[in-house]
C-alpha cells in the first residue's frame, strides 16, 4: 500500500483505523438525484461508498455513472463491476473510465447470474470471473498494460477489492481458500457477506489469520441490520450463502412488531462491538439495504463517529 494512494480508502486501512464502508443501490430510472439524497445521509459516517451493479440481476442505474455523481460531490466511491454483463473489453473499458474521473476504488464481482433477476432470458457474459477481472485491475495499474497486449501511460491507480463469503459452503476451508486465491491475483481488501453466524465467521477469520492472510488483504466485516422478523426468516430461508442461526429469528420474533426495527439495529451494534475484537477485522461494510437513513446511527453508537481525519 503506497502511501502516495489516492484511495482515501486505502490510507484509512493504513493508518490502523478501522474503515466504516456502506452502499447505495441505484433507482430503476434515470433519475440520478437518488443517488446523491442516499449518498448524503451517510456521507459523514463512512469513508467509501459503494454503488451497486445491478444487483440480484435487477436493471438499474448504472454504477459508473453513479460513482462519477458521489465522486462529483466530493466523496469517495468504490465502484462495483459483475463480469456477468460485460466481455472484457468493456470491462476495461469501464476502469479507464472510472479512472479518467478519479475514481480509485473497485470492487470485482462475477455477479447474480441473470435467472434471479427481470431479465431471465438475456444471455450472460461471464468472460472473466472476479478472480480473473481483479488480475486485470492490478496488470492495468501496475503494468500499464491491457488483456490484449497494448501498453498505456496513464494508469488507473485502483485499490482492489472482491467480496468473500464465508458461509457460502461447502466447508470454511474452501472459503478461506478461495480468499487466498483472490489475494494472489491482487486483491487488497475483501468485504464480507453480511454476518449473523459469529461462530461461523470467527473460525473463518482464525483460519485466515493463521495462513497470514489478514497481513495482505483488509478485511472488512459485512453488517446488514435486520428491519423485522420477516426479514429474518426470509435471509435464512430465501437468500443463498447467508446463514441467520435459529436464535436470531426467534429474537427478533420476541419483540413486539413495532419494536423489531429497533431490535435489529441494537444486534447489529452488539455485532459490530464484538467484531471489533477478531484478529484480522480491520472496519465494516454496512449493508443498511434502503435504509441509508439508519447508518448514522449505527456508526455513532459503536464509536466510530466522528471518522478520523487523514493528513492530506
Known amino acids: 500500500m503506497s502511501a502516495e494512494t489516492p484511495s482515501k480508502l486505502q490510507r484509512m486501512i493504513k493508518a490502523g483505523h478501522l474503515a466504516v464502508t456502506s452502499e447505495v443501490g441505484p433507482p430503476r430510472s434515470a433519475d440520478g438525484a437518488v443517488i446523491e439524497r442516499k449518498a448524503e445521509l451517510i456521507k459523514d459516517y463512512v469513508d467509501a461508498i459503494n454503488v451497486t451493479d445491478n444487483q440480484t440481476s435487477v436493471c438499474r442505474l448504472c ?25 472484457r473489453i468493456a470491462l476495461q473499458s469501464d476502469i479507464l473510465g472510472a479512472a479518467s474521473f478519479g475514481i480509485n476504488n473497485i470492487l470485482c464481482l462475477t455477479g447474480d447470474h441473470q435467472h434471479f433477476g427481470d431479465h431471465a432470458t438475456c444471455a450472460n457474459v461471464f468472460d472473466l470471473d472476479s478472480t480473473q477481472l ?51 491475483a491482487g486483491v487488497q481488501f475483501v468485504q464480507t457477506q453480511c ?60 419483540v413486539p412488531k413495532e419494536k423489531q426495527a429497533e431490535e435489529g439495529i441494537n444486534l447489529a451494534i452488539e455485532q459490530m462491538e464484538e467484531l471489533k475484537g477478531v484478529e484480522g477485522v480491520r472496519g465494516f461494510h454496512i449493508m443498511a ?11 455513532k453508537r459503536v464509536g466510530l463517529y466522528p471518522r478520523p481525519q487523514l493528513a492530506a
Open 63 to 87: 454504477s459508473l455513472a453513479a460513482c462519477i455523481r458521489i465522486k462529483q460531490m466530493g466523496l469517495e466511491p468504490v465502484l462495483q463491476m459483475v463480469t456477468r454483463d460485460r466481455n
Open 134 to 184: 481483479a488480475m486485470t485491475v492490478r496488470m492495468m495499474r501496475d503494468e500499464g498494460k491491457l488483456l490484449g497486449g497494448f501498453e498505456f501511460e496513464v494508469r488507473p491507480q485502483m485499490f482492489i477489492g472482491a467480496a468473500a463469503n464465508p458461509f457460502a459452503g461447502p466447508n470454511v476451508d474452501i472459503r478461506v481458500a478461495r480468499l487466498a486465491k483472490k489475494v494472489a
Open 195 to 254: 454476518i449473523y453466524n459469529m461462530d461461523t465467521f470467527k473460525t473463518f477469520m482464525k483460519m485466515v489469520v493463521d495462513r497470514g492472510l489478514h497481513e495482505k488483504v483488509a478485511v472488512l466485516a459485512g453488517i446488514t441490520p435486520m428491519k423485522n422478523v420477516g426479514m429474518a426468516k426470509y435471509m435464512k430461508n430465501r437468500v443463498p450463502g447467508i446463514d441467520v442461526p435459529d436464535e436470531i429469528v426467534k429474537r427478533m420474533g420476541g
Open 289 to 299: 439495504i434502503e435504509w441509508e437513513e439508519k447508518v448514522p446511527e449505527i456508526v
